[in-house]
Structures are given as C-alpha cells and as structure tokens.
C-alpha cells in the first residue's frame, strides 16, 4: 500500500505492493484472502483479495476490517486529529507522532480480538514495530531472512523495490489457533526464523 498524495512529498506517487511470494504465502495460510484492508487496484491486481479498501475507502477511520485479512500498511507517520476524530497522516517528523504500522495494527488486532476478523496476516517492513506494539511477541512472528523485494508503483509504472528488513504476524483463527499456529510454522519455516 501506498501513501495518499502530498504536495510535500516527492514520493507522493509511489505504492509499496507485497511480491507474489508474500501474497502467495498469505493465500495459502489464510486459504483465500477475503480482505485487504490498505490497498489499490493496483496493487489488488497482484494481491487477489476479493474485497479491497483503497485510500479513498480510508480504511483505518471508515471500514470495517471482516473475514480473512492481508495487511501491508502504507509507510508514513499518523497523529490523532480531535477535531474530527480521526487518525490523519502526515508529513511532518515529530517523535510525538505514530507509526503508521502501528495505528493499522491496533485496527487490525482489535477487529481480531472481537472476532469480527477470523485469521489474518501482517506484512511489514517497519523493524521499529518491535517497540511500538509489543503485543505482537505474543503472536506467532516470522523474521524474515531475507530482505524481500517488493513492487513499486509509481507514475514510471510497476518496478522492483528493494526493502528492508521485515518480518510477518499471524494472527490465529479461533476456531483452530493451534493448526493455525502449526500450519504457520510450517509454510513460514523456510522463509525465516518463527518465533512464538
């Protein structure tokens, strides 16, 4: 997912979208991706969800998060604009602000938590979320050993975009956690180290 235009921002057109070895791993732990909650149709073309939120949409203040979810957040940082009670991006750094993993994680981990999402899958390439949301620890973790490359799209069209470090959540169905938990084992072993 990328970042909403910004007259500040000369990446303003730019989109991160997860590889198909990310997503293709993510199908087949999730059997099918009902939701992808940070999205493009763009970048719904290579992730196949048969639902998607687009910035438009403003999936963090204005959706529901339901089903069978993939989540790979937009970069960026976020700040709690009371006047309209919502969570708003921004371009300024300022270490009183959010990450904007963090704030989707939280939308994410609740609607989990409620049961309103069944299992889902978090993508990110932001290491900083091991301070920011700690609750993950108490999640099955992938540590990538590699750093994926992602696609980029941008106005010069879809290219290779190496990233960083990453890493990916599970968060387990509750009808079976602990086959969930094994499967996720399994299917992510290859790709890096599991933690749980």
């Known amino acids: 997912m990328g970042r909403p235009p910004s007259k500040f921002s000369h990446v303003h057109d730019q989109e991160l979208i997860s590889n198909y070895d990310l997503v293709g791993s993510a199908h087949a732990m999730l059997n099918g991706i009902t939701l992808d909650v940070a999205s493009s149709e763009i970048a719904n073309s290579y992730v196949d969800a048969e639902e998607f939120y687009t910035p438009v949409d403003d999936g963090l203040n204005s959706q529901d998060f339901h089903g069978r979810v993939y989540l790979f957040p ?107 938990i094994d499967d996720f084992r399994n299917l992510y072993a290859e790709k890096g180290r599991v933690i749980y």
């Open 74 to 180: 937009p970069s960026g940082a976020y700040y709690w604009d009371k006047k309209n009670v919502r969570w708003k991006k921004t371009e300024v750094s300022n270490p009183t602000l959010i990450s904007s993993h963090a704030i989707w994680f939280q939308k994410l981990f609740k609607a989990w938590y409620k049961h309103h999402v069944t299992e889902a899958i978090f993508f990110s390439n932001n290491m900083d979320m091991f301070r920011y949301e700690q609750i993950i620890f108490d999640l099955p973790i992938c540590v990538l050993r590699t750093a994926p490359t992602l696609l980029k799209n941008s106005s010069k069209g879809v290219t290779n975009h190496k990233t960083g470090s990453s890493f990916v959540v599970y968060l387990p169905s509750n009808k079976n956690p602990e086959k969930g």
